[in-house]
């Protein structure tokens, strides 16, 4: 084709035609313009089509972490609300001064412990290095950075006043003092202890371990409630990527 162009375009230099050589010319660098515009569109295209994929992969990259995030969320609710029912019932018998029964060694076991969720933030920390305007969806962007910059912040915060202030410097030394720890024959790994008070009838006298265990279970009710809340958020969001995830792709 071009050797068609250089062939016309001398034969119109031979005949000396400027006016049918001016409109040749200007042909051709409409042609070239063209050219050069349909070039950069599916330049364009091209890179286009690669953002979206790189948006595709990152939505499901956090897609994947929200669902794991959702499984421990679901997993530390089941475990507070269990650990608050042993709360609950050790006070009642402190409170009432109900005799020993064995069936508390359970509950002395377990009533200082918190649940420990495990965020994964590993792929909006990536999304993050990449660039937050990845996510095309405004709204959608806007609710990622809700949770993972401000709820998720405020939950590692709340675990870690449990477990450096709350847990280490009150309830563990409380424990140890009034309580000895012990493995039935059939107790298996990750099971809950099991634990005797060293003397029952002095603990129903324990003002400091009855309003501990109060202040055990206000914590749970708040943790309970926030884990509530986190919960269905996760799971709003969750179906928000879905939703997203099929219109990116065209389903």
């Given at each position: 084709m071009f050797r068609f162009f250089r062939q016309l375009r001398h034969k119109l230099r031979a005949e000396k035609n400027i006016h049918r050589y001016l409109l040749y010319a200007l042909g051709?660098?409409?042609?070239?313009?063209?050219?050069?515009?349909?070039?950069?569109?599916?330049?364009?295209?091209?890179?286009?089509?690669?953002?979206?994929?790189?948006?595709?992969?990152?939505?499901?990259?956090?897609?994947?972490?929200?669902?794991?995030?959702?499984?421990?969320?679901?997993?530390?609710?089941?475990?507070?609300?269990?650990?608050?029912?042993?709360?609950?019932?050790?006070?009642?018998?402190?409170?009432?001064?109900?005799?020993?029964?064995?069936?508390?060694?359970?509950?002395?076991?377990?009533?200082?412990?918190?649940?420990?969720?495990?965020?994964?933030?590993?792929?909006?920390?990536?999304?993050?290095?990449?660039?937050?305007e990845i996510i095309s969806n405004e709204s959608l962007r806007k609710d990622l950075t809700e949770l993972f910059d401000t709820r998720f912040d405020v939950l590692k915060s709340e675990v870690e006043l449990w477990d450096s202030q709350l847990l280490l410097s009150t309830l563990y030394p409380l424990h140890t003092n009034h309580f000895r720890k012990y493995f039935p024959a059939e107790w298996q790994i990750y099971e809950d202890e099991f634990a005797k008070p060293v003397d029952y009838e002095g603990l129903l006298d324990n003002q400091q371990f009855k309003n501990v265990l109060a202040e055990i279970i206000s914590l749970r009710n708040?943790?309970?409630?926030?884990?509530?809340?986190?919960e269905n958020e996760i799971q709003v969001l969750i179906g928000k990527i879905k939703a997203e995830l099929k219109h990116l792709k065209g389903e």
């Open positions: 051709e660098i409409v042609l070239v313009v063209l050219g050069i515009l349909i070039a950069i569109q599916i330049d364009g295209m091209n890179e286009a089509r690669k953002l979206k994929q790189v948006e595709i992969d990152s939505l499901s990259e956090i897609l994947t972490g929200l669902e794991d995030t959702l499984d421990e969320v679901e997993l530390a609710l089941e475990q507070d609300r269990r650990y608050r029912d042993c709360n609950y019932k050790i006070l009642d018998y402190m409170d009432n001064r109900k005799p020993y029964d064995k069936s508390l060694d359970t509950c002395f076991g377990v009533y200082y412990w918190s649940p420990t969720v495990q965020l994964t933030t590993s792929a909006y920390e990536q999304l993050k290095l990449r660039g937050l708040w943790s309970v409630k926030t884990n509530e809340v986190l």
